[in-house]
């Protein structure tokens, strides 16, 4: 099953690098567009093939107890894991648009081969947070009180993002990066097409295309120690977790093109992103109680409430933009 799905995942990226953007440019707003709605169609079937393959035990699917719940995963419990898990990471990965929008600006890579970094990026992520996903089930499969520490975490981490600078904190990030590339490795000061790496005078350098694949990398492995945690709340089934990662990473790469300019608008992003991470962590906390009060559809109602904040938080922005717009007019 995990084969099966890797080689799904190495297609869709085949697809996008080999036939879709083979030509490197900047994807329009429609393509962008239609890759994303190509990403959720996917995602919605993917969700019908686990109701299948966990009613039916498929390899194995379904049969082992939940670390997190103590229940065993049926068809429609997985499903709805599995929903809730990828709005949960594609809501927590958003803010992510935002830095790498800045890094591109700050970096001035050339639109055309912006994608081509958030390609090779998505493979990093994928094994990074493959990693970070099978050391985090081991955890709370062999120690379930680790849950409430990734609880407290999260409640944590909600407060100190309705505090902290965003911008301030990730051009710290990148100084230093730079700063140690810069150090270990010779970059050169111009871009060489889409080439990571070139040969000049018999020396191999690093470009600046290179320098922004290394930061989109980095800030990935710092927002996925904060969506990583999240997902726990819901699951601990590894494939859940993980395939709920990869078709969130798949979408919002895609989305980034059709973000990046607009991502600004969206004024109460960051108390958005920290209202569904303190949701999720207190979820964490009190989940007997929790789970007592509403039964067995804790997860389905965890996704509505999800829902409900993202839809008005985009709903407070729009309305704040308007009536800025009316002021000044």
């Known amino acids: 099953m ?56 498929w390899l194995g699917l379904g049969t082992a107890i939940d670390a997190v719940d103590k229940n065993v995963n049926d068809g429609r419990l997985a499903a709805v894991k599995f929903l809730t898990g990828y709005v949960v990471e594609l809501s927590l990965s958003m803010d992510n648009v935002f830095v790498i929008a800045l890094i591109f600006q700050h970096l001035k890579v050339p639109p055309v081969y912006q994608h081509r970094v958030l390609f090779w990026g998505i493979l990093g992520a994928l094994a990074m947070r493959g990693a970070m996903i099978g050391i985090g089930a081991q955890l709370v499969a062999r120690y379930h009180w680790i849950l409430y520490v990734f609880g407290a975490f999260l409640v944590i981490t909600a407060i100190r993002m309705l505090w902290r600078k965003e911008e301030e904190s990730e051009a710290e990030v990148e100084s230093v990066v730079v700063r140690w590339l810069r150090r270990h490795f010779p970059v050169t000061d111009r871009y060489h097409e889409q080439h990571f790496l070139v040969e000049m005078n018999g020396k191999k350098f690093l470009t600046p295309l290179a320098v922004a694949l290394v930061l989109v990398e980095t800030t990935d492995l710092i927002f996925a120690v904060d969506s990583i945690p999240a997902i726990f709340a819901i699951t601990a089934d590894p494939f859940l977790v993980f395939t709920s990662n990869v078709f969130a990473i798949l979408c919002l790469r895609s989305l980034y093109f059709g973000l990046a300019g607009l991502i600004e608008k969206f004024r109460y992003l960051k108390v958005s992103l920290a209202l569904v991470l303190g949701i999720v962590g207190v979820k964490m906390l009190g989940m007997k109680w929790i789970k007592g009060w509403l039964g067995e559809d804790t997860n389905f109602w965890l996704l509505g409430i999800i829902f409900g904040v993202l839809i008005g938080g985009g709903i407070a922005s729009w309305a704040a933009d308007r009536g800025e717009s009316k002021s000044a007019s």
Do not use: K
């Open 2 to 57: 995990w084969t099966g799905f890797l080689v799904f995942v190495g297609i869709v990226l085949a697809l996008d690098l080999g036939v879709f953007n083979r030509t490197p440019h900047a994807p329009t707003l429609r393509e962008a567009l239609l890759f994303t709605a190509g990403t959720v169609v996917m995602a919605l079937g993917f969700a019908v093939f686990v109701y299948a393959a966990y009613n039916g035990h």
